[in-house]
């Protein structure tokens, strides 16, 4: 192995870094936005609610993000209502494209795990606040999802680690972020060993700056220590006034 040519190409690689961060970053935002009133939606007893989202997390889960990154790319071109439309000057663009099949596929897991979040959280917690009149809105907003973000953090982590390395699948629709700039490398070279242990290399840095982050984040709130004991009702004012 040539470690000057490893070291040369972690070097031009890393320039892939930024765009690769964007859509990873910018995805899980879209993605999170999405999840929460599709969780809700997901855990209402009318079927005429949950069951469009039931439906929709069911075929992004279930199928490869390779391939709705393709029917996205490829195949919305070939509808003519939308190459007639203004959604086609997004649509034709691969950065958008990839933005649109990421953030729909992590829309779907975190809403599923959300989901195990909000059935998770003690129907005691919820019966408090309602006894104070606190409205569903406020129920949601400032018991429910908090509580149910603290329970699914560990597997909210898998999902963001998991769309990082996902995120080379970009380089299928001419991205050049870390994976598309190593084939463009390895063309040029001729060197694939070399090139894709460096960006090997870069993926297991990123990932591990992930990790450690989130590992911070569950240390600060999942080891958090417990309030006094007190009664329910208490218990939900003090989560209303922040206290």
């Known amino acids: 192995m040539d470690a000057e040519l490893l070291l040369t190409s972690m070097m031009t690689l890393a320039s892939g870094?930024?765009?690769?961060?964007?859509?990873?970053?910018?995805?899980?935002?879209i993605g999170l936005v999405l999840s929460v009133p599709l969780?809700?939606?997901r855990t209402?007893?009318?079927?005429?609610?949950?069951?469009?989202?039931?439906?929709?997390?069911?075929?992004?889960r279930g199928t490869p993000l390779l391939v709705q990154l393709f029917i996205i790319?490829?195949?919305?071109?070939?509808?003519e209502f939308i190459r007639s439309s203004g959604l086609w000057y997004v649509l034709r663009d691969p950065f958008w494209c990839s933005l649109l099949a990421f953030s729909l596929n992590s829309a779907a897991y975190t809403t599923e795990v959300f989901r195990g979040g909000i059935l998770a959280v003690p129907s005691g917690m919820?019966?408090?606040?309602?006894?104070?009149?606190?409205?569903?809105?406020?129920?949601?907003?400032?018991?429910?999802?908090?509580?149910?973000?603290?329970?699914?953090?560990?597997?909210?982590?898998?999902?963001?680690?998991?769309?990082?390395k996902a995120s080379s699948l970009a380089s299928t629709v001419t991205l050049l972020e870390i994976t598309g700039l190593s084939r463009k490398l390895v063309s040029e070279t001729f060197a694939p060993y070399e090139i894709f242990?460096?960006?090997?290399?870069?993926?297991?840095?990123?990932?591990?700056?992930?990790?450690?982050?989130?590992?911070?984040?569950?240390?600060?709130?999942?080891?958090?220590?417990?309030?006094?004991?007190?009664?329910?009702?208490?218990?939900?004012?003090?989560?209303?006034?922040?206290?």
């Open 17 to 29: 870094i930024p765009l690769t961060l964007i859509l990873t970053l910018a995805s899980l935002v």
């Open 39 to 41: 969780a809700f939606l």
């Open 44 to 60: 209402s007893g009318n079927k005429y609610f949950s069951l469009p989202v039931l439906a929709y997390t069911y075929v992004f």
């Open 73 to 79: 790319y490829y195949g919305l071109g070939q509808i």
């Open 126 to 164: 919820i019966d408090a606040a309602q006894a104070i009149g606190m409205t569903p809105l406020q129920q949601k907003r400032k018991i429910i999802l908090p509580i149910a973000f603290r329970g699914v953090l560990p597997s909210y982590v898998n999902e963001v680690i998991a769309l990082l």
């Open 197 to 243: 242990i460096a960006a090997g290399i870069l993926y297991l840095g990123l990932t591990s700056i992930f990790t450690s982050g989130f590992r911070v984040l569950e240390t600060r709130w999942l080891n958090a220590p417990p309030k006094q004991a007190a009664p329910d009702g208490i218990i939900a004012k003090q989560v209303v006034h922040g206290s």
